[in-house]
């Protein structure tokens, strides 16, 4: 076998587990799906390496490295690699110029009897390839955009379709004011990694048609990319329709109940505090757009309802706050935005409606499940 490995194709499309030896700091900033952080070097160590190489040349930072990661720390890394192997016998190993790193780890292994694969070019060359097929990408596929208001479902319907791409959920973020999550939002890096991924995937399995959910230049602080924006401004524009009472159950449950279990789940001492301050912020965020007497009422009314549910456990009254949010903040913002692109609505309906409409588009240009 090979000591290199260069076709990336069939790491997205295998899924392959990828060992990533880069420092903790570096790995932060960007990696790629199914990969695990097992740094040769921490990032303390990377530094005081980093600052040899500059002052004293290459040979004595490799000394240095070699000092450092040393004895039990180095017994302990080779055997957090070898773990994951055994694991994950089809794994690869990389760093970020498929250099002396993945090279010295490689060797580290093969000493003790465990044989790995290196990416050739490592990190910086598997992140170009995945760039370049996201800019090329949009020559390959049609897409349709699932619009419609919030609470409206779309992202629900998105899941059922297998011709699909969840862009919020990639982003981690539900894209609104309201959409922040408890866990960090994936890194602009991260999110072209991951839409990469999905799209060779897609394009793979012999779609032509992809759909998206109707977003704007950026989905919290993840930008889309530029090809993405102007790929999406022309396309076709298929509108989910809801009935308001249902856009205010899907709403409270994505806004209050099931963003209350994250906050229990993450071990918040006092889940109602941590998330009512949450939600609080968000509404402060949008003041100026609400204007001074509408935040002062829906703040109210949301403080009525955190009030009930301390008193007796009920969600009820979330529902008013819900309602308001929807008809005094939402709506106007959306229909304003969706009526400069009204010439691009090719379609309206409920969610089984929509469904059928987007088949019918899809059947003869590409497999549907």
């Not at 003790?112 to 060359?125: N, Q, T």
């Not at 394009?203 to 790929?231: A, K």
Request: glycine share 6%; charged share 30%; net charge negative.
């Amino acid at each position: 076998m090979s000591e290199l490995y260069d076709d990336f194709k069939s790491i997205v499309l295998n899924k392959t587990p990828l060992i990533d030896v880069r420092a903790p700091v570096e790995f932060k900033k960007g990696a790629f799906l199914n990969s695990v952080n097992l740094p040769i070097m921490n990032d303390e160590e990377r530094h005081e390496v980093g600052i040899c190489y500059k002052n004293r040349g290459n040979a004595k930072a490799i000394e240095l490295g070699h000092s450092l990661v040393s004895g039990y720390i180095k017994e302990q890394r080779i055997q957090a690699w070898s773990d994951f192997i055994d694991a994950n016998p089809d794994a690869l190993l990389y760093c970020f110029r498929g250099g002396q790193r993945s090279k010295i780890s490689q060797e580290w292994l093969a000493e003790r009897g465990k044989e790995i694969v290196r990416l050739k070019g490592g990190y910086k060359a598997f992140r170009s390839y995945l760039l370049r097929e996201l800019e090329e990408s949009t020559l390959h596929f049609k897409p349709i955009i699932l619009g419609g208001r919030t609470g409206s479902g779309k992202t629900i319907e998105l899941k059922k379709m297998s011709n699909a791409i969840d862009l919020e959920g990639l982003a981690n973020h539900r894209g609104s004011s309201f959409g922040q999550k408890i866990t960090p939002q994936t890194s602009q890096i991260n999110f072209e990694n991951n839409l990469t991924y999905e799209l060779i995937q897609k394009l793979h399995d012999g779609f032509e048609h992809l759909v998206l959910e109707d977003e704007g230049r950026h989905i919290g602080n993840v930008f889309m990319p530029e090809s993405f924006i102007s790929l999406m401004a022309e396309a076709p524009l298929v509108i989910l329709e809801t009935p308001i009472e249902h856009r205010i159950e899907i709403t409270l449950n994505e806004y209050v109940i099931e963003a209350q279990k994250m906050y229990e789940c993450a071990g918040f001492e006092n889940v109602l505090e941590a998330w009512q301050e949450s939600i609080q912020s968000a509404m402060n965020r949008i003041k100026r757009r609400l204007g001074n007497q509408k935040h002062s009422e829906v703040c109210n009314i949301f403080e009525d309802a955190v009030q009930e549910q301390k008193k007796n456990g009920s969600y009820d009254k979330y529902r008013d706050w819900v309602e308001y949010l929807l008809r005094e903040y939402y709506d106007p913002m959306y229909d304003y935005q969706i009526q400069k692109r009204s010439e691009k609505i090719v379609f309206r309906g409920n969610a089984s409606e929509v469904h059928e409409y987007i088949k019918s588009v899809t059947l003869f240009s590409g497999r549907l499940k």
